[in-house]
């Protein structure tokens, strides 16, 4: 327990180091312009951060989710924002629990090194949602090689990687006995893609996720583009969900913190009537509020994590820390605004564009009422709410 206190304690220590680099002006700025943290994204490879779950037999770091959520955090406690390289982190999980070995062996090194970006993820569609199974896009398999067609929406980051993870349905739903067979996973090179068969279009949205939808027409992969067996994709994706709640709770709470920091702040310096603002009632309990359900979120987050790392069944606490994680940064938020009042909305302060990236989390990657559904029917063993 204390080697990897002083473990984490080194991390928390380096990345905050690597983010006093790019401060609130940078973050600021790129918003601004809506532009791509190209810096900060080759400093973070560079110090083989978004290489943290990759074994070191494939040139990575080989740390456990429990780490890459500290990583994660401390971008976001900082003022950044990791949703420039986030996906890397999980989406790679994939390919290494389920890929070949040839194909760990041919990608995986290229990935840790930066070579290659793996940062988009291709699941989502205008008509499937969070109803996964209902996806439209096909991969028709013609000899060796397959026909893909379809469409994908609010895939981030596609303009700004080298490969796609991608969902598409191999057999017809009506051609099997459950709708979450005969999904597949397939591994994309956009690079030769993009223009013989990928059309990518940038979506304006109100954060600076770099947010596009892509369009499939006859793009024809080589059947080893594959990831395990044709059929079984929907489970592989799942595999990799819990990986993504745990990380995306640490940035949630990574915000909170960084609500909170700057709430306390201004809240002890700012004076009304010849008294800080923080002596009020008003203005203090809220944000001690807030850090307590924060707090209360990070314990839930290392329990997830830690049952992740361990190989345990971990699909409740994983919804629970991203639920409790993403409550806790929007209230932290509102409670933030409320403290600075009108400079809240000021972009100068950084509160309006934290406040902004972290309301994407109610819905995002799963919305809060879905996890309340599946605590409800698996955990709890009520009626299936849908």
């Not at 982190?89 to 040839?102: A, K, N, P, W």
């Not at 924060?294 to 361990?310: C, G, I, T």
Request: glycine share 8%.
């Amino acid at each position: 327990m204390n080697k990897n206190r002083e473990l984490h304690d080194d991390l928390r220590q380096a990345m905050r180091q690597l983010c006093a680099r790019y401060p609130d002006e940078y973050w600021r700025e790129l918003d601004k312009k809506e532009g791509f943290p190209n810096e900060f994204v080759q400093a973070m490879t560079e110090a083989g951060y978004l290489a943290a779950l990759i074994p070191e037999a494939y040139g990575g770091i080989g740390v456990g989710v429990t780490e890459a959520s500290i990583i994660l955090e401390e971008v976001h406690r900082s003022g950044g924002n990791a949703a420039a390289c986030h996906a890397q982190m999980y989406i790679m999980g994939t390919l290494l629990r389920h890929g070949s070995e040839e194909q760990k062996e041919r990608f995986l090194p290229r990935i840790a090194s930066g070579e290659l970006r793996l940062q988009a993820f291709g699941v989502s569609e205008p008509d499937a949602g969070t109803d996964t199974t209902s996806i439209r896009t096909t991969a028709v398999r013609e000899g060796d090689s397959y026909r893909i067609n379809g469409q994908k929406i609010w895939t981030s980051r596609a303009l700004h990687s080298d490969l796609m993870l991608l969902l598409a349905r191999t057999t017809p739903a009506g051609q099997v006995k459950k709708r979450t067979l005969g999904l597949s996973v397939f591994l994309i090179n956009l690079r030769e893609a993009v223009g013989n068969g990928v059309t990518i279009e940038p979506i304006e949205v109100m954060i600076n996720h770099h947010t596009t939808q892509v369009f499939f027409d006859d793009l024809r992969v080589p059947a080893d583009s594959l990831i395990g067996e044709e059929g079984l994709g929907f489970r592989y994706i799942l595999d990799g969900m819990n990986a993504e709640r745990i990380l995306i709770a640490a940035e949630c709470i990574g915000d909170g913190y960084w609500f909170i920091d700057r709430a306390t702040k201004y809240a002890n310096e700012r004076v009304v009537f010849e008294r800080p603002i923080g002596q009020n009632q008003g203005i203090q309990f809220p944000i001690a509020q807030a850090y307590i359900d924060v707090r209360a979120a990070d314990l839930m987050r290392f329990e997830a994590a830690s049952l992740f790392d361990k190989g345990q069944p971990c699909g409740a606490e994983a919804n629970m820390c991203k639920l409790l994680a993403a409550d806790a940064s929007w209230q932290a938020a509102n409670v933030t605004l409320d403290t600075y009042g009108g400079f809240g909305f000021a972009k100068e302060y950084d509160v309006e564009r934290k406040f902004r990236e972290t309301r994407l989390y109610q819905i995002a990657p799963i919305s809060t009422n879905l996890i309340l559904s599946y605590i409800g029917q698996h955990i709890l063993g009520m009626p299936r709410s849908f």
